[in-house]
Nanobody, 119 residues
Framework: QVQLVESGGGLVQAGGSLRLSCAASRSIFRISDVGWYRQAPGKQRELVAAITRGGTTNYADSLKGRFTISKDSAENTLYLQMNSLKPEDTAVYYC?????????????WGQGTQVTVSS
């Protein structure tokens, strides 16, 4: 069973930065499409940024230029660098890994880490 554990969330003032990390219990990032999602209170979970197995990155349009996703497959860790944070970035941030195992698609989620941006 694969587990993802996020860390790095917290309280930050508007304009500040945070770096989130997501550690996998097994070496799956080489075979997975991975990404960060977030869910604010009363809203649906939305994509923040993602990296395909091949290394192609994808960002939510509203976050381009402020957030950067990266991964270290050797260390089984996914990162999200968040700069120029705004109060509307306040949400629980989740790490996700999706891969195929025995012809089935497997979706793994972390437990989430809270990011709160004060004005």
């Amino acid at each position: 069973q694969v587990q993802l554990v996020e860390s790095g969330g917290g309280l930050v003032q508007a304009g500040g930065s945070l770096r989130l990390s997501c550690a996998a219990s097994r070496s799956i990032f080489r075979i997975s499409d991975v990404g960060w999602y977030r869910q604010a209170p009363g809203k649906q979970r939305e994509l923040v940024a993602a990296i395909t197995r091949g290394g192609t990155t994808n960002y939510a349009d509203s976050l381009k230029g402020r957030f950067t996703i990266s991964k270290d497959s050797a260390e089984n860790t996914l990162y999200l660098q968040m700069n120029s944070l705004k109060p509307e970035d306040t949400a629980v941030y989740y790490c996700n890994a999706r891969f195929t195992l025995l012809a089935k698609v497997v979706d793994v989620w972390g437990q989430g880490t809270q990011v709160t941006v004060s004005s």
